[in-house]
């Protein structure tokens, strides 16, 4: 199967996404700057996410580009992460709305997690269909960002019954570390 259309409708689905987050940021009912200090939860939990799925969308990309060919399987796969990226939106809205309360930053919390799962296991189904010696599967390696972004997520997580400020800290942390695009799969297929 060709990749072409997998590209496309990913990019489709993300660019919705990353639409449907900046719609849920309502103008204030006013004109002064002072306005905008009750939205600021808002806007930090609006930037995390729109990094977060910019996040997701570069290193997609990558990925995509080093695979040579895919299947029923990864499309599914794909689906799946683009599932809970779709989620974001919701879970954005939920956690600025309210500002950084408990369980609305356990959800955004869950959701990440579970993005990180999905986007682990398309990953996965693009290693296995390419090949253990593939290039994807050599530039990939062991993953530890992958790996280490689940285990912060989750005691981000445990932190947020505690101190939801605390965990949504962590979730800037995990953002921080994967802010500079993966160059393993560029180096991997440019030859460097």
């Given at each position: 199967m060709k990749k072409g259309r997998l590209e496309a409708f990913s990019d489709g689905v993300i660019a919705i996404i990353i639409t449907i987050m900046v719609l849920e940021m309502h103008v204030p009912h006013g004109d002064s700057i002072k306005e905008l200090l009750p939205m600021l939860p808002v806007i930090i939990s609006y930037v995390l996410s729109f990094v977060n799925v910019?996040?997701?969308?570069?290193?997609h990309h990558h990925m995509l580009y080093a695979a040579e060919k895919i299947n029923g399987a990864i499309l599914w796969g794909n689906l799946h992460l683009l599932f809970w990226l779709s989620l974001l939106p919701f879970a954005t809205a939920w956690m600025g709305e309210n500002h950084f309360a408990q369980w609305?930053?356990?959800?955004?919390?869950?959701?990440?997690?579970?993005?990180?799962?999905?986007?682990t296991i398309l990953c996965r189904m693009l290693i296995k269909e390419a090949g253990e010696g593939s290039s994807l599967a050599i530039a990939l390696g062991k993953d530890w960002k992958g790996k280490s972004s689940v285990i912060i997520y989750s005691i981000a997580i445990?932190?947020?019954?505690f101190n939801p400020l605390l965990a949504v800290g962590l979730y800037v942390v995990v953002a921080v570390m994967w802010f500079i695009p993966d160059r393993r799969i560029e180096k991997k297929v440019a030859g460097f």
């Open positions: 910019g996040i997701y969308w570069n290193n609305p930053v356990i959800l955004y919390g869950f959701v990440l997690i579970m993005n990180g799962i999905a986007y445990l932190l947020a019954f």
